[in-house]
């Protein structure tokens, strides 16, 4: 069945460091992939999508590239905040019924 | 703006007790889905509605798991009875509809501790 895999935690970096957060998938067809975020005490938020290969979705300085020939998704952003400590969930949309299958999360704490 | 309402944020029950779960979806969205959420790992699928009519159950635990969605509007899920097994977060989440695509709105959760 589909599956995604991303990487363990916790990631601590110091602000303005480099972020990266690697994600592949396994899926028949062709799924699209999300980044979720969950901040401490709130349901989960979108964070950035990509539809097809080599799409690229960003959204408040987070980026990630769909990658179908590497199966990957992988979440980057160039310089991190204290405000970005959270949870990321990588996971994808089965071609068909909207269904989404989640990784398990990794987290991020960003020390001042 | 429109947010996913759930209530209660958090329940305490004791094994063998039934528990109960409500979710209201954003305002014209057909599409509701309930995942659960075991610490340290991502949401699970539990059951998708599409109005009133359950799409996909094939997670939900249907010997002791049950939900409803009578008008297609607001839902219930319930627990009878609860295992220890069942302490996770309960997420309802909905989309305008059931195509790829759709993003999915989630709600605060609700925290279950069954002791």
């Known amino acids: 069945g589909n599956s995604v895999t991303q990487m363990e935690g916790p990631v601590t970096l110091s602000e303005e460091a480099f972020l990266t957060i690697n994600c592949t998938y396994t899926a028949t067809g062709y799924p699209s992939l999300f980044w979720y975020v969950q901040y401490p005490g709130e349901g989960l938020q979108l964070l950035l999508k990509a539809t097809k290969a080599d799409d690229k979705g960003s959204n408040k300085g987070f980026e990630a590239t769909y990658r179908k020939e590497t199966t990957s998704f992988h979440l980057e952003k160039g310089s991190v905040q204290v405000s970005d400590s959270a949870v990321y969930f990588c996971a994808l949309s089965e071609e068909y019924g909207n269904k989404l299958v989640f990784g398990a999360g990794t987290i991020l704490r960003v020390k001042s | 703006e429109a947010e996913v309402a759930q209530s209660p944020r958090y329940k305490i029950t004791e094994k063998s007790q039934a528990v109960a779960f409500w979710c209201d979806p954003i305002s014209g969205h057909a599409t509701l889905y309930w995942y659960r959420q075991i610490l340290g790992q991502g949401p699970e699928l539990l059951v998708q509605?599409?109005?009133?009519?359950?799409?996909?159950d094939s997670q939900l635990p249907k010997d002791r798991f049950s939900a409803e969605r009578l008008k297609g509007v607001d839902s219930t899920l319930k627990i009878q009875p609860a295992e220890l097994g069942d302490s996770a977060m309960y997420l309802c989440?909905?989309?305008?509809?059931?195509?790829?695509?759709?993003?999915?709105?989630f709600g605060p959760g609700t925290r279950l501790t069954v002791l």
């Open positions: 989440a909905s989309s305008l509809s059931s195509g790829n695509y759709n993003e999915q709105f």
């Open positions: 509605f599409q109005d009133e009519s359950v799409v996909d």
